[in-house]
Structure formats: C-alpha cells, structure tokens
C-alpha cells in the first residue's frame, strides 16, 4: 500500500449509539482501495464504545482499523490534531460518528484531488436529512440531479467570510497542507468555519459534483447548539474566527464580507440572549468601520438588552 495514495479517516464518535455503526460499515464499504480508519470515542456515556468495539471485532474484515477510547470527554479540535499528528497517509477525512459515507466518496474525491495536488482539500454535495425525515441536497439541484447553479471553486476565501457554502462532512483534505497550517485551531469550539477559511486564504479548492455523504441535523448535533438560548458554546468561536479574518484580510471587499457576517451573527446572538458573543461582535464592527441603519439599530438593542429569546426558540 502506498502511502502516497492512502487516506485515513479519523472518525471521533460521542453518544452516536444511535449511527455509529452504520457510520463505520460506510467507511468499510467505501470502493476506495488504499484506506485506514481510526475510531475515536471521546468519553461517551452511551452505549457507543461497546458497539464499537462490537464491530471491529465482527465487522471491520480487512479494513485497518485502529480505536481510541478516551475516558472523559477532550475537546473536539485538539483531539483531531493529536491524531493527526500520527498519521502519514497523503489525505485525510474528519469523519462524525453520525454521519455516513456513500460508497464512491472517498474514490471521487481523491481522484479530484490527484489531478489537483496544488489544491487544500476537495469537496462534494450532500443530503441533508432532518430531524422529520426530510431529506434534500445541500446544494440545490433539478429535478433531474444536475446542479441548479454553477458551484464555486478555486479562490473561496472571500465567499467564505459571507456564507456557509460548503459542506464540511463532504471534505476530503490534502494531509499534507492541513498539517502545514497547523491543523484545527485547538482554542475553538469548533473547526470548519476557521480551517476554511485559513487553508482558502493561502490556497485553491476544488469540488467534486457527486452527492457524497449524507449528513443528519438532530438535537444532539453540533450544529443544532450555534445559537442555543442564552448559552451558546458555538458563537465565542464564531466571534474568535471573525476577528481572525480581521486580520487575514488584504481587500476592501473582504472587510464588506466580514461586515455582512457580523451583522448576521449580531443578529442571531441577540435573538438568542447571547449578550456577552453580541458585545464582541459590535466591538469587532466598530473596529472595521461598520455603519448602517441595521448596526445601529442591533447597537440600540444591546444597550438595551432587550430579550426576545423565548420567542426565537418558538421559531427556530
């Protein structure tokens, strides 16, 4: 096996007793010849290292797989990096415990990348299943499976400072360069947005126009927690990453980007009684110049510390 050409899938699993294993046999089903996987349970308190370990020892066949248990919960980005940090394998995947990868991702993706080897990771459509059952794409397609609109490649930073536009489950990274950027930022909370953005700053990305991954939204995801009532974990680190792009920034209409993603998360930390995060962020504003109708009015409503948070849960 060619180091050169393997992948190693780093799957960190907490409380995904649920999905777990049928997270794991995607990995095992994947079509891609040169492959590892390392399955990290970090501290669950369900039934999730006991369904792990089930699996390797009557499922996994040939697959090389390697466990970590660890006994109390680690913080998500500085656990990535320490397994990265052992690992010597020419890409890599960070791979949640609920979600699943269809069986060509990984063969798709690093072909993209082979024909790229400039490019920091690859990336993919997905389905996006809800917590109902609903289930669409993450970007939208027609009726007949093609993409409605051209997806963007290349250089995305600036696209990135004003949108989620892409799917991180869906990324396939260049091992090599993420090591080089110094991997996840251990600080944050969470990783996707700041990666994004600091690999985006200094290289190209490409995409893969196949559905790779199907991904769940349900309360116990991370995602489901950004704008929790009162208690957000998510937003400091939003709030850390925006005043990183402060001064990562280089154009006028980056610094624009950055104002339109301070309004948007000034706006959801005060609809959600996230006073402390929406200080940071009307700080952040100020010091790059923000004016507007729409930053006075969310200054006013900080100063005012008006809370309407019981009504954004009614319809969030």
């Not at 660890?70 to 791979?95: H, M, P, R, W």
């Not at 920091?120 to 289930?135: N, T």
């Not at 290349?154 to 993420?178: H, M, R, W």
Request: some cysteine.
């Amino acid at each position: 096996m060619k180091i050169s050409d393997r992948v190693t899938i780093i799957c960190i699993a907490y409380n995904h007793a649920k999905w777990i294993e049928e997270t794991l046999e995607s990995v095992r089903l994947q079509d891609y010849y040169s492959k590892e996987l390392i399955v990290i349970d970090n501290g669950s308190s369900d039934e999730t290292p006991e369904i792990i370990k089930k699996w390797v020892a009557q499922s996994a066949g040939k697959l090389s797989v390697k466990t970590i248990f660890q006994t109390e919960e680690s913080g998500y980005c500085k656990l990535f990096n320490e397994t990265l940090a052992g690992i010597n394998s020419q890409y890599v995947v960070d791979l949640s415990g609920d979600d699943v990868l269809y069986p060509d991702h990984l063969s798709l993706s690093i072909d993209k990348l082979k024909r790229a080897p400039y490019a920091a990771f690859v990336y993919s459509d997905a389905y996006i299943l809800s917590p109902d059952g609903e289930i669409k794409t993450f970007y939208k397609r027609s009726s007949s499976g093609e993409l409605v609109n051209e997806v963007i490649q290349g250089e995305l930073y600036e696209t990135l400072i004003d949108q989620n536009y892409i799917c991180s489950p869906t990324i396939v990274f260049n091992a090599k360069i993420l090591e080089k950027a110094g991997g996840y930022d251990s600080d944050l909370y969470y990783e996707d947005f700041d990666i994004q953005l600091r690999l985006t700053r200094n290289h190209p990305v490409v995409f893969s126009d196949h559905i790779g991954v199907l991904k769940r939204k349900h309360g116990k995801s991370l995602s489901s927690g950004q704008y929790q009532r009162y208690q957000s974990r998510m937003l400091p680190s939003t709030l850390q990453v925006c005043e990183k792009i402060k001064q990562m920034n280089i154009n006028p209409e980056e610094d624009k980007a950055l104002g339109r993603r301070i309004l948007y998360e000034l706006k959801h930390a005060l609809w959600s009684g996230n006073f402390e995060p929406a200080e940071g962020f009307v700080k952040l504003g100020e010091e790059i110049g923000l004016k507007g109708l729409e930053f006075s009015f969310y200054k006013f409503w900080l100063k005012r510390r008006f809370d309407f948070s019981w009504l954004y849960v009614q319809i969030t």
